[in-house]
């Protein structure tokens, strides 16, 4: 996972990023509408679809034996910048004239001294473009300034999430790769796995004389890994320490890859693990991560997952550095939110779904004690609890500490969710006999509070998610042990869960099936079954929805694997989406058809473990709202939970995983959660009444209170609606 924040001035446009002490806003608050220009017209546009809400728009016009600097946009600095700082200039940019563009950051007078100066060549589709230079001076207030050079012919541009950003002190770091061992075509250190073709090719256009060059084409199966390349790390790497990885890459199929840094054996923890989608023209990518240990030289390695989709890249000038504990949030990172604009066509249908299947009738009868209807009386319905469950993972430990910041886990535990999953308590390696304590306290306060409780998991086919001293048993002792296992937990916690997630991830966790065989795995489910009929238990897996993060041959593999012992019987009664989201994000149009398509299997879904690790406050409210959404209006889905709530205990903190900060204020995530699941999906009506002393109107489906008010008498009840149910009662006053 890749922890890296771009702090920036964001100019003509809209998002909002979070905010950054280290870094500094060269242009303040200016609208581009402020910018000095002496292009032909600059013009605002405001469009309300397309992948850019706001978007500014520069003609011009070149005079005969003019140069290019003739015709520009000018941005003076609103803020100092010492020397030796990185300046990074970024955005969006097409030209349907095909306009060449120069993106310069230079003194403000005389000489106009460069220490960026940068041209690009723009068509008709939108580019990403990225200059940058080190400051070579101290520059006071104003006396630097940003521009753009359009003199270069006749024509237009269009521009789009411009940022001006000052970020990281240049200082000396450790190299860890350096790829000039390319330069006379050898390939020494390069790993390859799963490719066609690797060969070195001459970089045409590009800063460097020499690229290497991979052609793939995976089996449709193929998992992103099986397809990819290697670079042995050759520095010593400290724990805690940012590293850097940076390329120079293209590729003329627009192949999507990860840029990943990780441990070179078993278990390859990842300490960068970031998306990237790919165009036809030389670009760097550049993303950073906190090692999560101390690691001597090659014990790591810098990977390029290739194998999601057939395809050809080029790379060249492959880097990567030990900052030392350098600040991750000064860093310039390259962060691909999606391979593609993002489409709104989904939403219209998703809230048209949401009214059919999410809400049901309620009628209600207001009479006197003689039976007779009362016109004009007030009736307020408010919901108390609904049907849908939306939940967390949460430690038992955190939900029984009675510090005050225990305190106000559970309260925000209680004011946002209704249903919980312990996150390790209850899984086979680390249950102990202290867990079962806590996790009994924490069941007594949930139950008490009415939250619907997962079981999570029973059985994870994996050494390394197993008891150390299972893998030293024989296949027989392995049988006794999982049948223990699966009777004591599942009679422990009868009638206190309402399902379990009996196997985890077998798809690739399957070390232990291999070995004792996969009718065992058929067994579980059927011992679990005879041992709780009223729990529900379900399979949980990775990757279903990650497709443009990680292919879609997990997702295969898993469907197959259903469908196999569904077909045998098996009592898999709910299939568990873990939803740990990735970049490129998968559009939300995607995701729908891909849930539709697991519908198909015939079970309920659940999403399970929802995150999303993006430090981008925008980005991560956003697709919040729209996740969240998009899974509520999918019929099959019965429940959606997060894996974790607040930074204090969540396992993807440092990447923005958490909604809650460590302080407890909100993201942008956590108030787009409170404002659907507790107001827009959360029924309030003030209803009237008529002659016949009835009101009826359409409620989301769960537990409602229903006050009734006439002449100052008043009479309440609860109701219950329910999918397939709808609600009749009557009130006497």
């Not at 390319?182 to 490719?195: D, E, M, Y």
Request: hydrophobic residues 40%; proline residues 4%; glycine residues 8%.
């Amino acid at each position: 996972m890749v922890h890296a924040l771009v702090c920036a001035v964001l100019l003509g446009s809209c998002l909002a990023t979070q905010s950054n002490p280290r870094s500094v806003n060269l242009v303040g608050n200016q609208d581009v509408g402020q910018w000095v220009n002496n292009a032909t017209s600059l013009e605002k546009l405001v469009r309300t679809q397309g992948q850019f809400q706001t978007v500014y728009r520069a003609k011009f016009t070149k005079k005969p034996g003019g140069q290019p600097w003739d015709i520009g946009i000018h941005v003076p600095s609103a803020k100092p910048i010492q020397k030796g700082r990185l300046v990074t200039i970024h955005g969006w940019m097409r030209s349907e004239t095909s306009s060449r563009v120069g993106l310069v950051y230079e003194q403000g007078a005389e000489p106009f001294a460069k220490f960026i100066n940068r041209e690009e060549l723009l068509g008709p589709v939108w580019r990403e473009v990225t200059a940058e230079g080190i400051s070579d001076a101290d520059y006071a207030v104003g006396s630097a300034q940003f521009t753009m050079f359009l003199g270069y012919g006749t024509g237009s541009i269009e521009f789009a999430d411009l940022k001006i950003l000052t970020t990281f002190q240049a200082q000396k770091a450790a190299t860890l790769v350096d790829s000039n061992r390319i330069s006379n075509g050898s390939l020494v250190g390069w790993l390859p796995t799963g490719l066609e073709t690797f060969t070195s090719v001459d970089a045409k256009n590009a800063h460097f004389t020499r690229a290497v060059r991979a052609q793939f084409t995976p089996k449709a199966e193929a998992n992103p890994w099986d397809v990819s390349l290697h670079v042995p790390v050759e520095g010593a790497i400290g724990k805690g320490h940012t590293v850097y990885m940076r390329a120079w890459m293209r590729s003329p199929t627009n192949a999507k890859i990860s840029m990943i840094a990780e441990r070179s054996s078993e278990p390859f923890n990842k300490f960068i693990d970031q998306g990237i989608s790919l165009t036809p023209d030389w670009k760097e990518y550049r993303v950073a991560g906190i090692s999560d240990d101390e690691y001597t030289s090659g014990k790591t390695q810098l990977t390029l997952f290739l194998g999601y989709g057939k395809g050809v890249v080029e790379i060249g000038d492959l880097r990567a550095e030990d900052l030392g504990f350098q600040p991750i949030q000064d860093l310039p990172v390259t962060i691909t939110y999606y391979r593609s604009a993002p489409s709104d066509v989904w939403r219209a249908p998703a809230l048209a779904r949401i009214e059919k299947f999410r809400k049901g009738e309620l009628g209600v009868s207001i009479v006197d004690r003689r039976g007779r209807p009362i016109k004009g009386a007030s009736v307020h319905v408010e919901q108390i609890r609904q049907e849908f469950r939306f939940g967390t993972a949460a430690p038992a430990a955190w939900i029984v500490n009675k510090s005050p910041v225990g305190d106000r886990f559970r309260k925000e535990l209680s004011r946002l969710f209704n249903t919980v999953t312990f996150e390790n308590d209850l899984k086979w390696h680390t249950i102990a006999p202290e867990s079962y304590q806590q996790v009994d306290e924490a069941l007594i306060w949930l139950r008490q509070r009415g939250f619907r409780v997962r079981g999570h998991n029973l059985v994870w086919g994996s050494y390394g998610n197993l008891p150390r001293e299972l893998k030293g048993m024989s296949n027989d002792q392995i049988s006794t042990a999982i049948h223990s296992r699966i009777t004591e937990m599942v009679s422990r916690f009868k009638g206190k869960l309402y399902l379990w997630d009996v196997v985890n991830e077998a798809v690739s966790e399957h070390e232990l099936w291999d070995r004792i065989g996969w009718d065992k795995f058929a067994e579980v489910y059927r011992l679990a079954k005879a041992t709780d009929p009223n729990a529900q238990l379900c399979y949980n897996d990775f990757d279903w929805t990650e497709e443009d993060s990680s292919g879609s041959g997990h997702r295969v593999k898993a469907t197959a694997l259903v469908k196999k012992f569904l077909s045998q019987g098996v009592p898999i009664d709910v299939i568990g989406i873990q939803a740990h989201v990735g970049t490129p994000i998968t559009p939300m149009s995607r995701v729908v058809e891909i849930m539709n398509e697991i519908a198909k299997l015939g079970k309920p879904l659940e999403i399970t473990e929802y995150d999303l690790g993006v430090l981008d406050d925008q980005v991560n409210g956003n697709h919040m709202a729209d996740f969240l959404t998009a899974m509520y209006s999918v019929p099959k889905v019965q429940s959606f939970l997060m894996w974790g709530f607040w930074a204090g205990a969540h396992w993807r903190a440092k990447e923005g995983g958490a909604m809650l900060n460590l302080d407890w204020s909100q993201r942008k995530a956590a108030t787009v959660w409170e404002d659907l699941v507790r107001h827009k999906w959360w029924t309030h009506q003030s209803l009237n009444s008529d002659s016949h002393g009835h009101t009826r109107s359409r409620v989301f489906f769960g537990d409602l209170k229903i006050t009734a008010t006439f002449k100052g008498r008043t009479a309440s009840l609860i109701a219950n609606v329910t999918s397939g149910k709808n609600g009749r009662v009557k009130i006497v006053l």
